[in-house]
């Protein structure tokens, strides 16, 4: 009989709880933003909008989920966004995304919580539902 495949705690690669390790996305401009995908898997974006109100759009669906290997119906993706500057930024759906809650604006000094649920992976319609979850100040 061979070894074992299942994980257990004395397994060497198993000792400890896993960490996703990552460094955030830094956005500073003076015009609208569309996020890339490698930018939303950080799962941080810290966005300085130099002076003026912005609205950032989030990747279209089928981008997000050709980013993802493996990713199926429910996969969710959680997203900060942290407004480092001195006026509002809201965040837009790209394609074939929608948005559940509001607002999805992101107030000077204020974090907001995001979550994205791919709701169709089928190539060619690709979707995504963004989720809101509140904001805190820093």
């Given at each position: 009989m061979g070894p074992s495949l299942t994980p257990a705690r004395s397994f060497p690669h198993f000792n400890s709880l896993i960490y996703q390790a990552s460094t955030p996305a830094v956005v500073n401009a003076a015009v609208n933003a569309t996020y890339t995908p490698a930018?939303?898997?950080?799962?941080?974006i810290f966005r300085d909008p130099q002076g003026g109100v912005k609205t950032d759009t989030l990747p279209t669906a089928r981008d997000l989920a050709q980013g993802l290997p493996g990713v199926a119906v429910g996969t969710t993706l959680s997203l900060l966004v942290r407004n480092e500057?001195?006026?509002?930024?809201?965040?837009?759906?790209?394609?074939g995304?929608?948005?559940?809650?509001?607002p999805l604006t992101v107030l000077v000094a204020n974090n907001r919580v995001f979550r994205i649920r791919f709701t169709n992976v089928t190539p060619g319609s690709e979707a995504y539902t963004l989720y809101t979850f509140g904001t805190v100040a820093f």
């Open positions: 930018q939303v898997l950080t799962g941080m500057g001195g006026a509002t930024v809201t965040i837009a759906v790209g394609a995304g929608t948005a559940s809650g509001s």
